[in-house]
């Protein structure tokens, strides 16, 4: 796919609002390499496969829309190096990050899009972070595990 320049969009503007992410927020971002600004305004948000853009979801004033090509899986955003202890799913990649944002980017929450419809790669995917955020749960201490495990249980639910 081909992934345009790495600048952070100083703002994320969509057809029908404007969310004025805190800064910190769309600097991580960029800097997991995960939304870039995309032509005439809009962002562009990157679904990965590991390190592979398998699919690039565009945000805009005049359009909203995936770039044509590639697996659909998930676009994920969460604290560097801090694992999964909680699985937040959405449907699009700015609601994720306005979570993340809302929330303070908590350590070990890791916010998902779907880009809305769920196809298998989208399924596979959302299994993978499951099974990534149970095994991280069970290396916690003792106090922490059940927590961990309930929200798991209701992410999948």
Not at 1 to 7: E, G, N
Not at 35 to 52: I, K, M, P
Request: proline share 6%; glycine share 12%; hydrophobic share 40%.
């Amino acid at each position: 796919m081909a992934w345009p320049s790495a600048a952070a969009p100083a703002r994320l503007a969509l057809p029908d609002r404007e969310r004025r992410l805190p800064e910190g927020v769309l600097q991580a971002a960029a800097d997991q390499d995960v939304v870039r600004q995309g032509y005439r305004g809009s962002a562009w948000f990157a679904h990965r496969a590991g390190d592979v853009v398998t699919r690039i979801e565009v945000h805009g004033p005049a359009f909203k829309g995936s770039l044509t090509g590639g697996p659909k899986t998930l676009f994920r955003f969460a604290r560097e190096g801090e694992g999964c202890r909680r699985l937040v799913i959405a449907e699009a990649p700015i609601d994720a990050l306005s979570i993340a944002a809302i929330e303070g980017e908590p350590p070990g929450t890791v916010c998902v899009a779907t880009g809305g419809g769920i196809g298998p790669g989208t399924i596979a995917a959302i299994e993978e972070m499951l099974t990534a955020c149970r095994k991280r749960c069970r290396a916690l201490q003792t106090g922490h595990l059940a927590i961990c495990e309930s929200e798991v249980k209701l992410a999948r639910a």
